[in-house]
């Protein structure tokens, strides 16, 4: 079994973790599909890969964490690399592979294992397990694994374009297209965010509170000169 990720730094959406579970002997298959990092992949691309590693795949396993569901954990003291161990352990508990490969965070690793082992039942713990930083990159059932969590999280981003019957780009904070939307969204609801929106990203905080200050300057002075 290789996991991965995607959507984990994301303000917008879910975090998606996915599990892809292969017999050793189809993984030359995996192989010659080329398979690289999703991140390096075109989502066309993406598309195409998707297809082709579920017919080699034996079992595929998708777990989501919402954007409220994030802050929510955050708010309780779960951290992002937390959650993100708990989905992972989630997916072994359920189809108990014998191996299981895991691309780790690129900090915390040691302590990313530690809370990953404490959250597996008995049966998974049995499994024999290679955990790294760059394993997308380096295990083809891992970039599998990559790919399909990507394909899955672009179709909820998707999903909530059309919902918000807006184009905010990746749901990023490094892209201006999901700022300028997040923008709107505050300047619009004198700063409070929808659901899909994790409020608990400094990024949105300091968008929230900008708007938030604005809205008080306007009411108190309606106040002065009423």
């Given at each position: ?6 959507g ?10 996915c599990g ?15 398979l690289?990092d ?27 964490v ?7 954990m ?6 992002l ?30 302590k ?10 008995e ?23 990559s790919?399909i969590a ?15 019957n807006?184009d905010?780009?990746?749901g990023?904070?490094?892209d201006?297209r999901?700022?300028?939307?997040l ?30 200050q ?13």
């Amino acid at each position: 079994m290789g996991i991965d990720e995607a959507g984990r730094g994301a303000v917008i959406g879910p975090l998606v973790v996915c599990g892809v579970v292969i017999d050793e002997e189809k993984e030359k298959e995996l192989k010659e599909l080329n398979l690289k990092d999703s991140k390096e992949l075109t989502p066309k691309r993406r598309e195409e890969l998707a297809e082709k590693i579920e017919k080699i795949a034996d079992n595929i396993i998708v777990l989501q964490v919402s954007a409220c569901t994030i802050d929510s954990m955050r708010r309780s003291g779960i951290n992002l690399n937390q959650i993100e161990a708990i989905k992972m352990a989630d997916a072994i508990n359920m189809l108990l592979p014998e191996k299981v490969i895991i691309d780790l965070p690129g900090y915390n690793s040691n302590k990313f294992k530690d809370f990953l082992f404490s959250k597996l039942d008995e049966d998974a713990k049995k499994a024999e397990f290679i955990l790294e930083n760059y394993a997308d990159k380096n295990y083809p059932v891992v970039s599998a694994a990559s790919i399909i969590a990507k394909v899955e999280r672009d179709k909820k981003i998707d999903l909530l374009k059309k919902e918000f019957n807006y184009d905010f780009g990746v749901g990023y904070s490094h892209d201006e297209r999901t700022i300028a939307f997040l923008e709107k969204l505050a300047r619009e609801n004198n700063g409070k965010m929808p659901k899909n929106i994790r409020t608990t990203w400094e990024t949105v905080q300091e968008i929230v509170k900008k708007h938030q200050q604005k809205g008080l300057r306007a009411f108190f002075n309606r106040i002065k000169f009423s």
